[in-house]
């Protein structure tokens, strides 16, 4: 097979740069490596509605999502917010008051992020998509980029864009391998939220609102440390949220075991009803070779600071383009950052092409 420019993963990054090459006419193929698109978005459908185990929120100031959104005909909602708060002390006590609501003014889309996802696939022409096939190899040509996949399959590309997180991308084969500087730099590059798991709780009802509480809690004791209101935004199935705090080195992809920690504490933090959802969905990222690495293990303790940093630039004459969302500059780890990194890369690798 043959394409001007290929796109490696069929994250939020890699689907709307294709999404960008489509209007602009341009050829272009892209391989997913999993059976589904989203990567780090991931919404779970339960009764219709879509519960999100990635990312479930944007915020005012980020332009490129919110006009995609509006693009797509998406409907966002208000991150729920209203109501007492809980603390939960590392003794276990619970301390029921006012407080900052720390996602108030967040935004949430109708039906999950993975609407967002489902409508840009509806976009692309199904013949240019190609989920189930992972790229192993990238061997420069001097004038072309050959890649390589698991099953063998060998696509010819003028441009390549590895729109996966750095640390995945440096694992790739790369012939002539790439320099250690390079591969140092990406491995420097934190994959944002990997370590991460998140916990999604559905009831029937809404019983902490009932009972005047946001569904905002804060635990220094854990296993989750930070939860929210899940809800979808006008009925039910109802849902609480939460991310683990335990580190994912003792979590040790143990599932079972945090299952029934996490059941037991949204008991003691909600009441009888908190201990019993009707569903219990939990994600770990840490352990999910396609998003994470041992190193992906540290939890990471504030936000780092993103963008192309200069190893990673002019890769075999400005063939080989790294564009995760760790590459925006601006909004880097965000998915306003895999926009910022597809919008940008889509004005050069269309740019170079018509001028090679
Ligand atoms: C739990 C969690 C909560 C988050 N919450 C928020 C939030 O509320 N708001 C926010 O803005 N951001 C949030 N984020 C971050 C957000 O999810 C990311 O910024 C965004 O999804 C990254 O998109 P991407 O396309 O750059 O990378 P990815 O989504 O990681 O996509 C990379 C793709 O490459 C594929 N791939 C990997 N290896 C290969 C290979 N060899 N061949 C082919 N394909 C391959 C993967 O399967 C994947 O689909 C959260 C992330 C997590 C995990």
């Known amino acids: ?50 519960f999100d185990l990635g990312p479930s929120w944007f915020w005012p100031g980020q332009p490129r999502i919110d006009a995609l959104i509006k693009e797509l005909k998406l409907n966002r909602f208000e991150q729920t917010y209203r109501g007492e ?23 949430r889309l109708k039906g999950g992020m993975g609407a967002l996802i489902d409508a840009l696939v509806g976009t692309l022409p199904a013949a240019r998509l190609h989920p189930n096939t992972t790229l192993t190899t990238l061997r420069d040509e001097n004038d072309s980029v050959t890649a390589i996949t698991s099953s063998g399959m060998q696509i ?13 991308a440096c694992g790739l084969n790369f012939s002539p391998a790439l320099s250690q500087q390079c591969i140092d730099a990406s491995r420097r590059i934190p994959t944002w939220m990997a370590g991460h798991a998140k916990a999604v709780a559905t ?43 335990t580190p994912a080195s003792h979590r040790q992809n143990n599932t ?41 293990h540290r939890a990471l303790t504030n936000h780092p600071i993103y963008g192309r940093p200069a ?28 926009l910022e990194t597809a919008y940008d890369l889509a004005e050069r690798v269309v740019q170079d092409t018509k001028n090679p």
């Open 203 to 245: 009831y029937k009802t809404p019983f902490w609102k009932e009972a005047g509480l946001s569904g905002d809690a804060v635990s220094r004791q854990g296993p989750l440390v930070e939860i929210h209101d899940a809800s979808p935004d006008n009925s039910g199935p109802y849902a609480l949220f939460g991310f683990v705090g």
């Open 85 to 107: 708060l809980i603390l939960q002390d590392d003794t276990g006590a619970i301390h029921r008051g006012q407080g900052i609501a720390s996602m108030q003014g967040a935004w």
């Open 1 to 50: 097979m043959q394409t001007n420019i290929l796109i490696i993963g069929g994250g939020l990054a890699g689907l709307s740069l294709a999404h960008l090459l489509e209007s602009k006419g341009c050829d272009w193929q892209l391989l997913e490596s999993r059976e589904r698109w989203g990567g780090r978005i991931l919404t779970t459908i339960i009764d219709g509605q879509g």
């Open 256 to 296: 079972k075991a945090l299952k029934l920690a996490i059941k037991e504490q949204l008991g003691a933090l909600f009441g009888a009803q908190g201990a019993d959802p009707e569903t219990l969905l939990l994600k770990d990222w840490a352990f999910d070779t396609r998003t994470a690495m041992d190193l992906d």
């Open 156 to 168: 010819t590309a003028n441009k390549v864009v590895l729109s996966l997180p750095p640390r995945i």
């Open 311 to 338: 190893e990673l630039q002019n890769l075999w004459n400005d063939r080989l383009h790294f564009g995760s969302t760790e590459m925006g500059s601006k909004f880097g780890g965000f998915l306003e950052g895999a």
